[in-house]
């Protein structure tokens, strides 16, 4: 075997044997495309999201919990570190959002045209930081 090309045909048998037939395609394989990386992203903001609910569950425990509880998680919340926590958990909750729309129009059976993919991801994507960034100027504008 002497390229890439013949080392992704090699496989193995159940027994292990080694055969000569065509592998999966993998990450190395394929270059990753707007609908494979926010397919990812909508995974991930999920899970950052279940994360970050438990900040907020933490918050609420010390609210209810006294003025000290409440001070630290505060305290917390407000230095650079929370506020990019914040920042973080607000775009995900965004996106997140914003995908789960996409994904009701494809529901709807509407959207499954490859130009109304790439146009509703992007969209998707400019809605996140607009939503985001609206969300964090209104939020400091009030404060």
């Known amino acids: 075997m002497t390229g890439d090309g013949d080392a992704q045909m090699v496989g193995r048998t159940s027994d292990g044997a ?3 037939r065509p592998l999966s395609p993998h990450l190395q394989v394929y270059r990753p ?3 494979s990386v ?3 992203l909508h995974r ?3 899970v950052a ?3 970050g609910t438990l900040l907020l569950v933490w918050w609420l425990v010390a609210a209810a919990s006294g003025d000290a509880a409440y001070a630290a998680v505060s305290g917390f919340l407000r230095s650079p570190l929370g506020l990019l926590v914040l920042f973080g958990w607000t775009a995900a909750l965004w996106y997140h959002f914003c995908a789960g729309l996409r ?3 494809w529901d ?4 499954f045209a490859l130009p109304q993919v790439h146009r509703t991801g992007w969209a998707a994507l400019i809605a996140t930081a607009v ?5 964090w100027v209104v939020g400091v504008a009030v404060m």
Do not use: E, F, N
């Not at 709807?108 to 959207?111: D, E, I, K, L, R």
């Not at 939503?131 to 969300?135: G, P």
């Open 38 to 40: 926010l397919s990812i």
């Open 49 to 51: 999201l279940a994360i």
């Open 108 to 111: 709807a059976g509407w959207g």
């Open 33 to 35: 495309q707007i609908t």
């Open 103 to 105: 994904h009701l129009t």
């Open 18 to 20: 080694r055969v000569r």
């Open 131 to 135: 939503l985001t960034l609206l969300t």
């Open 44 to 46: 991930m903001t999920g």
